[in-house]
């Protein structure tokens, strides 16, 4: 894009900033639907963004426009560092008592922004945190083993600040910023295949969002933790997380953490084998889903948006688990843009799970090229997650004289060492 064509320069002139987002997004060839996804509005919301003219903007869905469509944040209004500030953080208050700026993302629903919005805090938290997305960000194109003893740097660094912190309300902040960054520890730790270390820093990010004071913060850390139990194995420990997870949320839980949740439960009741109770946890996250819509922005800490092309993903992965190529195939359309993510790591995997059914129809030269595309991308990233989850689907196919597509895999498979 030209930023300095003169149809950018007047429309950021004059404060026609939805121009401005609506001339990037035509240039770079994204839909509304798709910048929508990616800002976790509806499409309608877009609409709406790109014709108010003059009038008065949503800061933090300006700025996440704007990052997403790299529009330099002052043909937006913003800048530099108030455009990453709010487009991470958001303009508005989230249980301010428990985190500000730095551990707040997002404007939540009304029935959770009980205190009125304060001006964003500028210390540590906030600095901290910054850095805890800079790493999540590289985390889709970067090995995780490269990228683990920084985040554990960090997250050394953040809980001996947490610890000399000289207020309750400091120490609230900063616990909910080690909370995330343990979190992040769990997740590469996950994607090495070092569960013993997932496990624990899991754990530490719940104890961490427990000292926050924020049961938003905690549900979420609930949530991650059930998701790697399931993802492990262990159906009833998965279900038994969930089910704290809601509790915490209470009866005005946001519809996005409600459909996030219910992806969850599904793949932990998949992983139980009960195919019933896993098909009403998809429904009623379809349901939830249906009511993002109405609750723009989404609370923090799920920034990220979350579609019915999510829902299809988690359907398509409990297919795989439960061993229902039916399932696979009916939700492999739906969910299509997760199978084109630029998170190279999570396509892999769901690549994975996708060969997986189509293993279980007898369609073998499918099965192991998506497979082998897969595995491709464990080698290059080691992730020992991806290529275990490979090593599992080649276990799961039986043969003494195994065909050739099949050998070719088990002669790249056999030369992986993490």
Partial sequence: MNWSSQAIRDAARHGDYGRVVSLARRDAGVSQNQLGDACGISQSA????????????????????AAHLRIPP?????????????????????????FLAGTAAIAA???????????????QAASLRVATTAFRRLDGNTPSRQ???????????????????????????????????ASLAGWLAWDMNDIGSARTWYGASIKAARTSGDRLLLAYQLGSLAGFEADAGNAPQGLALVRNAHRQLGDTAPAIATAWL??????????????????????????????????QPPPWPWVFSFTHTKVAAARLTCGARLGLPGWVTASQDAAGAALTSSHEKQRALLMLDLAAGRLATGRLDGAFALAGRALE??????????????????????????????REFDDRLHGIYL
Avoid: C, F, W
């Avoid at 002052?74 to 958001?90: C, F, K, Q, T």
């Avoid at 080691?382 to 099949?406: C, D, H, N």
């Fill in 74 to 98: 002052r043909l937006v209004g913003l800048a530099d560092h108030a455009a990453a500030h709010v487009a991470e953080n958001g303009q508005h208050d989230v249980h301010r008592r428990n």
């Fill in 262 to 295: 219910g992806t969850v439960e599904a793949l932990a009741h998949a992983a139980a084998g009960d195919r019933s109770a896993a098909e009403a946890a998809l429904d009623q996250a379809a349901r939830s889903t249906d009511a993002i819509q109405n609750e």
């Fill in 46 to 65: 877009v609409s709406r963004l790109e014709g108010r003219g003059t009038a008065s903007y949503d800061m933090t869905i300006l700025a996440r426009a």
């Fill in 109 to 123: 629903a009304p029935a959770l922004a009980t205190r009125t919005p304060k001006p964003a805090d500028t210390g």
């Fill in 147 to 181: 990228l683990s003893e920084p985040v554990l740097a960090h997250l050394r660094l953040t809980q001996t600040i947490t610890g000399d912190a000289e207020t309750p309300e400091q120490r609230a902040r900063l616990a909910a910023v080690g909370s995330e960054a």
């Fill in 377 to 406: 991308t464990g080698a290059r990233y080691r992730s020992g997650r991806i290529v275990e989850r490979a090593r599992g689907l080649r276990r799961s196919y039986a043969s003494t004289t195994p065909p050739r597509v099949v």
